[in-house]
């Protein structure tokens, strides 16, 4: 399937009948940071869908939906002044058309509030940290979590440049 025009592609928020599908698309996009870290029991990929039908209730989550289908989804949640971005998930066969630039930019613009934006990706994702640095998150730490994976801690301040204002080229 190839994704044209990425205007086409839809982001709202998710509802609870959309969830077996965000869980999917989610262990899709995980199945390959799995294979990178020698690693099959990531949490993406062990997280139920009683545990994402939790989060419903204290999170936002947002969808990606192109062609009626989700390509795409994103939450995050706001503690202490900051709202914490988890799980961006693009299906494998979409990923690298900007779908999760928009998640992230329509993920912040939930939170005005908020007086940063702070997630972690694992230190081998690459493209993922280069997506995120584009976004204007910069690298805050690391930590080790296990022999095979150390999770790079990443921020971006509120009056940074949204995804929307990012520079095609």
Known sequence: MALGDRAAVCVMRA??????EILAVQKRAFASEAERYGDPNLPPLRETLDE????????????????????????GHLEAGSCHVTRLAVRPDVQGRGIGSLLVGA??????????FVLFT??????TIAL????????THSTVESDRVTLVHM????????PGAERQG
């Open 107 to 116: 993920l912040e613009e939930q939170f005005p509030n908020a007086e940063s």
């Open 15 to 20: 509802g609870e009948a959309d969830l077996p």
């Open 52 to 75: 994402i039908r939790e989060q419903l209730a204290t999170h936002v989550v947002l969808k990606a939906v192109w062609d009626c289908q989700i390509v795409g989804s994103v939450r």
């Open 132 to 139: 995120y640095e584009r976004l204007g998150y910069r690298v």
């Open 155 to 162: 921020a971006k301040h509120s009056g940074s440049e949204r």
């Open 122 to 127: 694992g230190h081998k994702s690459h493209r």
